[in-house]
């Protein structure tokens, strides 16, 4: 199977850690980063539009990409979402091997305590990029 990386935008922070999570949780997704600041320019309904949102960066492979499109379609607020997948031509061997192993299904999935999550050792925060 090839590694795919999905693209999506969306409107606010709460959506976005709700997709990432349920990506990952319902093992779609590897890994989900969360960009946030993207400013987006673009047409929509004969109406050119400006507006602040937040990209989801999603790591996955070619046999879960109709899962994860499903998935941001269900969580999504969007009429027309963004879901663009693009293959990896390249990476590096340990993180494809990664990528394969967290979507295992026979592995569990999260626990429905948010608590449970792990956190970062060092808090994310504007300092620390």
């Known amino acids: 199977m090839g590694a795919l990386v999905v693209v999506t935008t969306v409107g606010n922070e709460e ?17 989900v ?25 999603i790591k996955t492979e070619d046999h879960e990409y109709a ?5 941001i379609r269900e969580l999504h607020s969007y009429e ?6 693009f293959k990896v031509a390249r990476g590096e061997a340990g993180f494809l091997g ?8 026979a ?3 999260c626990a429905d305590d948010e ?11 504007e300092t620390n990029y």
Request: charged share 25%.
């Open 15 to 31: 959506q976005a850690n709700l997709i990432a999570r349920e990506l990952v949780c319902r093992r779609h997704a590897a890994c």
């Open 98 to 105: 990664w990528i394969a192993t967290s979507l295992d299904k």
């Open 115 to 125: 608590d449970e999550i792990e956190e970062p050792l060092v808090p994310l925060d």
């Open 107 to 109: 592995t569990a999935g």
């Open 67 to 71: 899962a994860v499109e499903s998935a």
């Open 33 to 57: 980063n969360i960009v946030p600041g993207v400013r987006s320019v673009y047409r929509w309904q004969g109406k050119v539009c400006r507006d602040s949102e937040f990209m989801l960066v």
């Open 80 to 85: 027309l979402p963004e879901i663009l997948g």
